[in-house]
């Protein structure tokens, strides 16, 4: 992930609620990055077949989501809320991406390359 799109997921995170993951970086009152898998109890996503599975999602608030590429395209995930947040990065056959909730609420989402792709974490 590039330095400007961290930066560009990283305040879409501090606008939606979410924390993006990603690159080392952050303190305990924004958006925090950093690598590697999904913290213990973290929720699985799969892209397989153009569909993002399950396609709608309830985790705990401070839950990691990890998506996980599985298709042979390439995917993205893209906010689809009214806060229009930046698009991430595409990702190819095995790419990983991860964000973790910590508010309540519903935050839909799409694949910015297939925007027929649509799903919904919900955060309790």
Aim: hydrophobic content about 35%.
């Amino acid at each position: 992930m590039t330095a400007a799109t961290t930066k560009r997921w990283a305040r879409a995170a501090l606008l939606s609620g979410t924390v993006v993951i990603g690159a080392a970086c952050g303190d305990d009152d924004g958006p925090e990055v950093a690598d590697g898998p999904a913290a213990d109890g973290g929720a699985e996503v799969a892209i397989s077949d153009f569909e993002f599975v399950p396609g709608d999602l309830t985790v705990a608030a401070g839950t990691t989501v990890t998506w996980s590429n599985e298709d042979q395209a390439p995917h993205s995930i893209q906010d689809d809320s009214d806060l229009g947040a930046e698009e991430g990065p595409d990702l190819a056959r095995g790419d990983t991406f991860q964000l973790t909730y910590d508010e309540p609420g519903t935050y839909p989402y799409l694949c910015g390359i297939h925007n027929h792709m649509t799903a919904t974490i919900t955060v309790e």
